[in-house]
């Protein structure tokens, strides 16, 4: 039995068009990017689009299927892993919403609506390290971000890193997980740089 895909927010915001495609494929940099599964990378992630995001990417090609108020694309990105479109009601409002479920397990998608709106529901605005560090990552320019390769310690190789300016040593790369609260601060955004923090449940 496998276990299902953590599901998980990462950017903070509304993405526009050209943010919402360079999250289609974040992971397009990772070092043996035919060897490993996009399952374990890509399904489970969601964002926030625009409704004309959401109109366009309907519009782009007949859908896989549709279910109410969401639908699959037909172009599977790897596997069983392919794009679901939602539009919810969340607090009065309807949003639009992008997340990659894998559709081997019946389940995924319905998991990933509950996961959207009680995420978003939240009465206060606020994020987990871990959104903190995806969100970091999914609005860095490729030429700033990578995968630790051959050059790094074996245990670090595949994990992802980014530029960060060392202050005397300059700009260096480092494991993204390895920053310090500090430092995540310092990558952060102004509007997002104060937000509470979320205990993970």
């Known amino acids: 039995m496998t276990t299902a895909p953590a599901i998980r927010k990462v950017f903070q915001g509304v993405a526009d068009r050209h943010q919402m495609y360079r999250m289609f494929d974040r992971h397009a940099g990772r070092t043996k990017r035919n060897a490993d599964d996009a399952r374990t990378l890509y399904a489970g992630e969601w964002f926030e689009i625009g409704e004309a ?18 639908f699959a694309l037909r172009q599977f990105l790897d596997g069983s892993v392919t ?20 559709l081997s397990d019946d389940a995924s998608v319905e998991r990933m609506r509950l996961a959207i709106i009680e995420r978003e529901m939240r009465p206060v605005r606020a994020m987990t390290r871990e959104e903190r560090l995806d969100h970091i990552w999914s609005s860095t320019a490729e030429l700033y971000r990578g995968y630790a390769d051959g050059r790094w310690p074996y245990a670090s190789r595949g994990q992802r890193t980014v530029l960060f300016f060392g202050g005397k040593l300059g700009s260096v790369q480092r494991l993204l997980d390895s920053l310090t609260d500090e430092e995540v601060v310092a990558k952060l955004p102004v509007h997002l740089r104060y937000l509470p923090d979320v205990v993970a449940a």
């Open 83 to 102: 794009s679901v479109f939602f539009a919810l009601r969340i607090d009065d409002a309807i949003r639009y919403f992008h997340g990659y479920c894998d």
């Open 53 to 70: 995001e959401h109109d366009y990417m309907f519009a782009v090609e007949a859908p896989l299927w549709i279910r109410g108020s969401m």
